[in-house]
């Protein structure tokens, strides 16, 4: 996805500046009557000044330029410079050369007398001629005065981060870009998902997971949609390498936000899952089924594999209060509470699921991030959203603690 870009048109720079620029007359003609009090100009630059105008008005862009030439060559003054670069600007009008209209902007901010109300659009429209040109350097300091003068235009920020980014400035870029967010945030405008989808193409580019995560999360928290949740997991996995339990619990993560997509992603789960846990193996089986991406009549690895956990399922679940008993008993151990707590969950018994998991802490000797990761696991599908919250938050190092982040992510968003 592309980030926004900002407008290619003129940007109405005239009409921001009260319009067209002032009617100079030449030196002879304000002799014969009073005329109100205007510009101070020579002789020099008003007579070649007030004829481009009028070659303009007619729409004669070649004497327009030849006079505006010649004006702009007896200019000394800034009030002179500034008027010429005025009428340059209604030249660029006609003329339609972007290299017109750019050198006049440039020229009116360096006059020095251009108001200051309109230096912010000037730097901005400065910044996007320059980009247009592929002047990316100038862009990028022309784009960052128009923010720093607060230019109420968030179209700055968009256009500054292509410009940074085309000079590979990634980070620069993406600094930009939360500053762009944080704003949109702060003034209550929700944030464009083409934002978040060009900041994030950005940061997985430039392999950098721990921006990159915190612009997923962002995004599925202000665009919860089953294919963003995909593409903020997968991406995710790809630049936090996980061992297999770590992947497995992303999954499971991907089926909650109903973001498995494909008999791929289906038969990756049912893979992971139908030798240790045969119930959760069919369960996604089943769903993948109902789905209409997974056709066990046609046989193949996906019957074969239904045909197995199928078997299994009986005996697994009525073994489950006996291996209960044995790991809350003296002779049990964190690492057999942890693997009843396991079944459990595949089970969707998430009340025993969780005690089990809160007897391995207890009973110790187990990996505290993935018993934490499972135990705020069994919480949230339980509804007890404080105490998932709690155990989540206990998961600190690792790729797990991003995991946990988007397990709280998806709780805040569910009723």
């Known amino acids: 996805m592309a980030l926004k870009h900002f407008s290619t048109t003129a940007m109405g720079i005239a009409l921001a500046m009260g319009g067209a620029a002032v009617m100079v007359q030449p030196a002879n003609a304000a002799k014969k009557e009073a005329a109100p009090a205007g510009p101070k100009l020579s002789k020099e630059v008003r007579d070649p000044l007030a004829a481009a105008q009028t070659a303009i008005q007619a729409g004669d862009a070649t004497t327009g330029a030849a006079k505006v030439a010649e004006a702009n060559a007896a200019a000394k003054t800034d009030e002179e410079k500034y008027f010429v670069a005025a009428v340059m600007l209604d030249l660029s009008k006609i003329d339609k050369n972007p290299a017109t209209q750019a050198a006049a902007i440039d020229a009116l901010i360096a006059s020095n007398r251009a108001p200051a109300d309109q230096l912010p659009t000037l730097y901005l429209a400065s910044g996007q001629t320059a980009y247009q040109a592929k002047n990316y350097a100038k862009a990028e300091q022309m784009l960052s005065k128009a923010i720093e003068l607060k230019t109420n235009n968030s179209d700055a920020y968009a256009l500054l981060v292509e410009a940074q980014a085309r000079q590979n400035k990634t980070p620069q870029a993406l600094q930009t870009l939360q500053t762009a967010i944080d704003k949109q945030r702060a003034a209550g405008t929700k944030v464009p998902s083409d934002w978040y989808g060009r900041g994030i193409n950005m940061a997985y580019t430039a392999k950098m997971p721990q921006q990159t995560a915190a612009l997923t999360q962002a995004w599925v928290k202000d665009y919860p949609t089953p294919s963003n949740w995909r593409d903020s997991l997968v991406t995710y996995r790809e630049l ?176």
């Not at 009340?351 to 000797?365: C, D, F, I, R, V």
């Open 240 to 415: 936090n390498p996980m061992d297999a339990d770590g992947q497995l619990d992303l999954m499971r993560l991907q089926r909650v936000a109903g973001a498995l997509k494909g008999q791929g992603d289906y038969m990756e789960y049912v893979l992971a899952t139908y030798l240790r846990y045969p119930g959760e193996a069919k369960a996604v089986l089943d769903e993948g089924t109902r789905a209409g991406v997974i056709n066990l009549a046609k046989g193949g690895n996906a019957a074969e594999l239904s045909g197995i956990v199928s078997g299994k399922v009986a005996a697994d679940k009525a073994s489950l209060g006996a291996a209960a008993t044995a790991a809350k008993g003296p002779k049990g151990t964190g690492k057999t509470a942890v693997s009843t707590g396991d079944a459990y969950l595949g089970y969707g018994d998430w009340a025993n699921a969780a005690e089990m998991y809160k007897l391995a802490l207890t009973k110790g000797g187990v990996d505290a991030g993935l018993v934490n990761t499972r135990l705020g696991m069994a919480l949230a599908k339980a509804g007890q959203k404080d105490a998932a919250k709690q155990a989540f938050a206990q998961v600190t190092t690792g790729p797990r603690a991003g995991l946990a982040q988007y397990w709280m992510i998806w709780m805040d968003q569910q009723a």
